[in-house]
């Protein structure tokens, strides 16, 4: 079954670094997403992407995150200038289509450590 | 905000159906009720989804109330490795967002 791949696995930086998380949607898919989840809490919506623009964002999303779509596979997260709270597990999803029916698949997701 | 209630955890006994209810009293019409499990830090992982009419695929089984203000999500032999949060979500009204909630954490228990 197509997978969503995200890497790294595990990302450690420092504070006030930028980070970029990669993430390579289902080749057919459409629409891209990325949510983040804090350890011992609820997945947490991000950012959808689609048609090379953003479709909805968070309001945990602000200046300091970025996406983009820098070729036909993969889809990328940028934190500008990493925080100690922004330490969490980032997933990646994808799904196909429009109809209002359709599945969202989530990559394995990337375990951010900002120390 | 997430769109639908679920109990904070459940057990079942290995072998039994587990049933995990969820509660979305202000779905609307067009809206579909989707059932995804996370086992540990995993990517949240399909497990089913439906309209109004029952479902049922490998994993599960969907049951929708005729009014579709609840629904139940049933696995019908549980393992220990059904052991995890589920997470019944609606889509947010004139969006794609998935929103989760916090999910119903069940424990198989051998």
């Known amino acids: 079954e197509p997978e969503v791949t995200q890497t790294p696995s595990h990302q450690v930086t420092q504070m006030g670094q930028e980070v970029i998380l990669r993430c390579v949607p289902i080749?057919?898919?459409?629409?891209f997403y990325w949510y983040r989840q804090i350890l011992g809490q609820k997945v947490e919506f991000l950012v959808s992407?689609?048609?090379?623009?953003?479709?909805?964002k968070s309001e945990i999303f602000d200046d300091q995150f970025s996406v983009e779509r820098p070729d036909g596979s993969n889809f990328t997260l940028k934190i500008r200038s990493t925080k100690l709270e922004d330490s969490a597990m980032y997933f990646c999803?994808?799904?196909?289509?429009?109809?209002?029916?359709?599945?969202?698949?989530f990559g394995s997701g990337t375990q951010l450590s900002v120390l | 905000d997430a769109k639908t209630t679920q109990p904070t955890s459940m057990d079942c006994a290995e072998g039994r159906a587990a049933n995990l209810p969820c509660n979305h009293s202000?779905?609307?019409?067009?809206?579909?009720v989707y059932w995804y499990r996370q086992i540990h830090s995993q990517g949240p992982q399909y497990i089913i989804h439906?309209?109004?009419n029952n479902e049922t695929n490998e994993m599960a089984s969907l049951i929708i109330t005729e009014d579709r203000k609840s629904s139940t999500l049933i696995l019908p032999h549980a393992t220990l490795r059904d052991t995890a949060v589920y997470y019944c979500?609606?889509?947010?009204?004139?969006?794609?967002?998935?929103?989760f909630g916090t999910g119903t954490r069940l424990k198989v228990l051998a």
């Open positions: 999803a994808s799904r196909n289509g429009d109809s209002g029916s359709e599945k969202l698949f």
């Open positions: 080749s057919n898919h459409l629409y």
């Open positions: 992407f689609y048609n090379n623009e953003i479709s909805e």
């Open positions: 202000t779905i609307s019409g067009n809206e579909y």
């Open positions: 439906g309209l109004k």
């Open positions: 979500i609606v889509r947010v009204v004139g969006t794609y967002k998935y929103i």
